[in-house]
């Protein structure tokens, strides 16, 4: 009787039309074997497919779809993989996913052990995300193809949106692998024609660059108190520190703070400082500190120093130290001269957030010589090269489209 009653049971849930219960039994157990995948697999991440064979792949891919549908499309499994049960397990599986992304350090080799070795430092190469991709861009397939085998006007936008979407994630899981990301480095008047990748190996690119001038716009320094024991920053009233401001005065820790004279550039006489553009100038502040209890008032220079100049603090008593801190860039950009070819020649500016496009290549200001500051020779460009966007951005133009369309039609029924 008991295992009557057992079997009775699992016929229940187990029975199609399949529901929530199985189609969430399904994206758990792809989840799980992501995981033991992961887990067993020697490097933690899935084998690349690069082009061509990643085209070959994704066109098996399609036909089988198809192929499938045409003619096991009133089977009960391919009806349930176009079902709506079976889309919102799929969509939770990924959302999931993308959620452990956000709150998992990615690409971080000071992650534990364990956190490493089921995929969560890696989840885009990892056995789980491919798994769930794959889910889901099988069961929005077989959505798609249920539409469009039953097309009418009225289904337009939906297959528009949905098809712009599968193409999207399609073509950039895809093509992630043909992705390029090179660092170039450019000093003043040196022509340079090569890159090279994270793992030093050196690319000829087909197009020159020489750099002309190198420029950084930094915001103020910030003003704080140190523990002259510890050399930390003190926390006082929930502030530390401030932007040097000439017209603001300032109270930290019960001391007042004037800024007297403050100066961009200046070079370093004795222990005070004059304006001055000479290479290697720094910010440096002309400071009087009044303590608003004891009335004790010290004044002197400070700078938060560079390559060539020490940083120098103003010692308030024998506990604090007011110090400068380094400058934040603002922006930085690099004047650069781009051949081509060896007949012609095209002088551009590249800043943070504006690449330069050349023969399929996107140019990026990425850093420069730090210790050096505003005055680094060096200027780091990222070269990158994405041969999927096209097809990605025509996918993402399908969803956009798709969505005018709903709401034109939207406004024509009201």
Known sequence: ??????????????????????????????????????????KNNIAILYYPYNLFAGSIFISILILIFYFYRKKPLVKWLSSIPA????????????????????????????????????????WEYFLASFYFLLILGFVILKKIFHFNWKNTGFILNHLGLWITIFSASLGSSDIINLSINLYKGEKIWYASDKNKNVYKLPFTLNLIRFDIEEYNPNIGIIDNKTGMLVYGNGKNMFIINKEVTNNILDWNIFIE??????????????????????????????NTITKDTVSGWI???????????????????????SPEPKKYKSEIVVYPNAFESDTVFIEVNKPYKIKGWKLYQSSYNKRMGRWSRLSVIEAVKDPWLPVVYFGVFMMMAGAVYMIWIGKGKK
């Open 303 to 325: 700078t938060c120093g560079n390559y060539i100049v020490q940083a120098q603090a103003l010692k308030l008593n024998n506990n604090f130290s007011l110090v400068m801190l």
């Open 1 to 42: 009787m008991h295992n009557s009653t057992d079997k009775n049971t699992h016929n229940i849930i187990w029975n199609f039309p399949w529901k929530f219960i199985e189609s969430f039994c399904i994206a758990t157990g792809l989840l799980i074997i992501g995981f033991a995948l992961e887990y067993i697999h020697p």
């Open 261 to 290: 004279e403050y100066f961009n550039f200046s070079v370093k006489i004795n222990q005070s400082f004059i304006p001055g553009n000479n290479t290697g100038a720094v910010h440096s502040a002309k400071i009087r500190a009044i």
């Open 87 to 126: 889309s919102i397990s799929a969509i939770s599986l990924l959302t999931f996913l993308v959620l452990l992304m956000g709150l998992t350090p990615q690409n971080d080799q000071a992650v534990d052990k364990l956190t490493k070795d089921l995929g969560l430092s890696h989840l885009t190469s990892s």
